[in-house]
């Protein structure tokens, strides 16, 4: 019996291979390569000592997924792949709702003819735009997102919510906060394909001398030191979540419909600033940076109440920022090593 991972040489995705197969599952890789290298199957390989299959294809080709479908025994699937570039979703809608939900629902019909539950989908907290009051736990009311990728995220949720009740299929709905940091052996972390959007890989390029400065996107929000909140999550905590969200679906023989919700953070906000100094103290570094305006659609502070997943799932996020903050240093390293 497999885990079908989609999406699985992604930054989250590959982290959480290595996690289920330190837990005896067998694994099956879809990934189309558009956002990673193929290098990260090796490494999974090295990590582990276990090679998953891999599938070098887009999942918008019903045809190839319906192959791997008929190849393997699928017991389960944890859907990463999507495209995750907020601002790039403004300008290429059509393409961000046709890869993130044309691929989710190729899937979902296989698992409907096939009769297979046990579907795990990457949410976001972006899901609750700026919630009113923090921490935000899973009852917090959901805004429609202002991005076109955080639309795909809430519509892909409900569409699951739908699959679950009308096909009495076993679900969960992850919505990670913001995942950091790279794997232990600085084999796996995010890779630096264009200019990074999200904070931390920019923080890590400006401090390895690839970006000039980092931009604060404004201090003028209502918080501390008036740079924005968020939470940040260890990935390989993240991905740990992942196998204990897995594992209590397939463990759930109640033959009821499961549509399991957790926020996946670590309960601690975290500024821009702060961040930026922590990592500094961590890696012995400077970080340049300037103040600048805001960035447009950013939300001033979003960090978790994960005790449901604490209780649910016996899962807690426990590495600090300092701690996490070391392994990007360290996967920099490995990716200058490379080159
Ligand atoms: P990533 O881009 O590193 O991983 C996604 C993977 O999916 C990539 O390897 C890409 O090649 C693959 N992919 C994309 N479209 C595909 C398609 N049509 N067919 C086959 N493969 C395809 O992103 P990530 O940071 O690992 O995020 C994984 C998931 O988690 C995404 O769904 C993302 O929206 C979600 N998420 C990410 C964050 C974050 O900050 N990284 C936060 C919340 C949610
Ligand atoms: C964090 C903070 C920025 C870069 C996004 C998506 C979310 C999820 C995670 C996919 C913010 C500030 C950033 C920079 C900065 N992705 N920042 N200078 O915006 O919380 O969430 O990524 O699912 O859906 O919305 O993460 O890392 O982009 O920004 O000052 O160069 O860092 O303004 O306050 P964000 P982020």
Redo the contacts with the bound molecule.
């Keep these: 019996m497999a885990i079908l991972v ?9 982290h959480t291979v290595v996690e289920l197969l330190n837990n005896g599952f067998e694994v099956v890789i ?7 290298e193929r290098f990260i199957l090796n490494n999974i390989e090295e990590i582990t000592g276990k090679k998953p299959v891999f599938y070098p ?4 080709r019903k045809e190839l997924l319906n192959q791997v479908f008929d190849a393997h025994t699928i017991e389960g699937c944890i ?6 570039a907020v601002g790039e979703s403004q300008v290429k809608p059509i393409e961000y709702y046709e ?2 939900l044309f ?1 989710l629902i190729n899937i979902l019909q296989e698992f409907k003819e096939r009769e297979i539950s046990n579907f795990i989908f ?5 899901v609750y735009g700026q919630a009113d009051v923090m921490p935000i736990d899973e009852n917090t009311p959901l805004k429609m997102p202002e991005s076109v ?1 955080g639309k795909t ?1 809430q519509m892909g949720e409900e569409i699951l919510i739908d699959f679950a009740k009308a096909y009495n299929r076993k679900i969960s709905l992850l ?5 950091i940091g790279a794997h232990p052996s600085a084999k796996l972390g ?2 630096p394909i264009g200019i990074p959007n ?1 904070l931390v890989p920019y923080v890590m390029q400006t401090a390895a001398g690839v970006r000039e400065k980092l931009s604060v996107w404004g201090d003028d929000y209502p918080t501390e030191d008036g740079t924005a909140v968020r939470d940040y999550i260890y990935v390989v905590d993240l991905a740990k979540a992942h196998v204990a969200a897995l594992k209590k679906l397939i463990e759930d023989q109640s033959g009821e419909a499961v549509i399991d919700t957790y926020n996946l953070g670590t309960g601690r906000g975290s500024s821009v600033l702060e961040v930026v100094k922590a990592f500094e103290k961590a890696n012995n570094v400077e970080v340049s940076y300037q103040i600048c305006d805001r960035r447009e659609g950013d939300i001033t502070i979003a960090y978790a109440d994960p005790s449901k997943a604490e209780r649910e799932l016996g899962w807690k996020s426990g590495t600090s920022l300092e701690e996490a903050l070391k392994t990007v240093w360290e996967w920099q390293k490995y990716l200058n090593s490379r080159n």
């Design positions: 989609t999406g699985g040489l992604g930054y989250i995705g590959s879809v990934d189309d390569l558009s956002n990673s294809f887009d999942l918008k859907n990463f792949a999507a495209f995750k890869n993130n691929s990457s949410s976001s907290c972006t990728y995220k919505r990670y906060f913001n995942p995010e890779l999200n």
